[in-house]
C-alpha cells in the first residue's frame, strides 16, 4: 500500500519552491507540471469512486471510465491557461507538454512504488508507452485548439470533438494493452508512432504562429 498524498507532496513542495526563483516561460511550464500531478492524484480519486459506484472491474474502468475522466481532467489546467491567460500558441503547446508530463510522471512514479523498479522491461514500458500516451493525448488537444483558433471555429463543439479524440485515443490504448498479445504490442508502439506524428504536424503548423 501507497499513500498517493505523500508522494505528491514530497515530490511537489521543491518544486513549489523552485516557482519563487522562476519566471517567464519556466515558471509557466513549472506551474503547469505541477497542474498535471495534482490532476493525476484528483483523476484516481474520481476513478476510484466511479468504480465503486458503477461496480465495473478493473479493465472495464480502465477502457471506458479512465479516459473520460483522465482526459477532462487534464484539460481542466488547459483550459485555465487559455481563460485567464494571455498565451501565444507555442507557450500554450508547452503548457499542454508540462502538463501531460506532470501527468505521467506521478503516475509512474506511483505504479513503480506498487509494482516495484526490479523489472527493467516494466519500467521501460511505463515510461516509453504510458507516459508517452498521457502526453500525446493533451499535445494532440492543443494543437487541435490552435488550429480552431486559426479558422475562428473555436467554440464549444470544436472543444468537445478535440477532447473527445483525446478520450478514443487514450481509450484504445488501454483496450490494446489490456490483453496480452500482438494488441498489446500494437498498444505499446502506438504512443511513440502518434507523437512522431504530432512532431511533424507541430514543426509544419508551428512555423505560422499567431497569439492565442
Not at 508547452?94 to 508530463?101: D, K, L, R
Request: hydrophobic share 55%; glycine share 6%; aromatic share 12%.
Amino acid at each position: 500500500m501507497i499513500y498517493a498524498e505523500n508522494i505528491l507532496i514530497c515530490i511537489a513542495i521543491p518544486l513549489l519552491l523552485s516557482l519563487l526563483f522562476l519566471s517567464g516561460s519556466v515558471r509557466k511550464y513549472m506551474a503547469a507540471f505541477l497542474l498535471g500531478m495534482v490532476m493525476c492524484l484528483l483523476s484516481a480519486y474520481i476513478n476510484g469512486f466511479l468504480a465503486l459506484a458503477t461496480g465495473m472491474g478493473e479493465r472495464d474502468t480502465a477502457v471506458f471510465l479512465s479516459p473520460l475522466v483522465e482526459e477532462l481532467m487534464k484539460l481542466l489546467p488547459l483550459m485555465f491557461f487559455m481563460v485567464l491567460t494571455d498565451v501565444r500558441e507555442k507557450t500554450l503547446t508547452m503548457i499542454a507538454i508540462a502538463i501531460g508530463t506532470g501527468f505521467a510522471t506521478y503516475e509512474n512514479c506511483c505504479y513503480i512504488l506498487t509494482s516495484g523498479a526490479d523489472n527493467l522491461f516494466y519500467v521501460f514500458i511505463r515510461g516509453f508507452a504510458v507516459g508517452i500516451m498521457h502526453i500525446v493525448s493533451i499535445l494532440a488537444l492543443s494543437i487541435w485548439f490552435t488550429l480552431a483558433k486559426r479558422l475562428k471555429v473555436f467554440s464549444l463543439p470544436a472543444v468537445s470533438v478535440g477532447v473527445a479524440i483525446s478520450m478514443i485515443f487514450h481509450a484504445l490504448y488501454n483496450l490494446l494493452v489490456s490483453k496480452a498479445g500482438a494488441s498489446t504490442v500494437t498498444g505499446f508502439i502506438l504512443p511513440p508512432a502518434m507523437s512522431i506524428l504530432l512532431y511533424f504536424l507541430y514543426r509544419h503548423f508551428g512555423n505560422k504562429e499567431t497569439v492565442a
